[in-house]
């Protein structure tokens, strides 16, 4: 059964920076990603990375947001700096490479809150 456990949300300031990492277990190395959902909205895929190291970013995270893994560990994480308050949203992660966030492979954990508020 896949697992995926989110953690390192927070509160930060504008122009701040978190680390997110997602646990996974229950399943073969695979590709991975990491989705977001604000308030209101729907939820949107963010970042993805191969099991290569090949990755994928959202054009308005590019340049902020660095996504990475650490196979030995099976967790992924997003590094997140230079945030905005419009990057505030739950954040979570599942498998698979730039999977539409309708069509997840897994169910989604209950990830991770972030809020960049002053």
């Known amino acids: 059964q896949v697992q995926l456990v989110e953690s390192g949300g927070g509160l930060v300031q504008p122009g701040g920076s978190l680390r997110l990492s997602c646990a996974a277990s229950?399943?073969?190395?695979?590709?991975m990603g990491w989705y977001r959902q604000a308030p209101g909205k729907e939820r949107e895929l963010v970042a993805s990375?191969?099991?290569?190291?090949?990755?994928y970013y959202v054009d308005s995270v590019k340049g902020r947001f660095t996504i990475s893994r650490d196979n030995a560990k099976n967790t992924v994480y997003l590094q997140m700096n230079s945030l905005k308050p419009e990057d505030t949203a739950v954040y979570h992660c599942?498998?698979?490479?730039?999977?539409?966030?309708?069509?997840?492979?897994?169910?989604w954990g209950q990830g991770t809150q972030v809020t960049v508020s002053s």
């Open positions: 599942n498998v698979g490479w730039k999977i539409n966030p309708a069509n997840p492979f897994a169910s």
């Open positions: 229950g399943f073969s190395r695979s590709a």
């Open positions: 990375i191969s099991i290569f190291g090949n990755t």
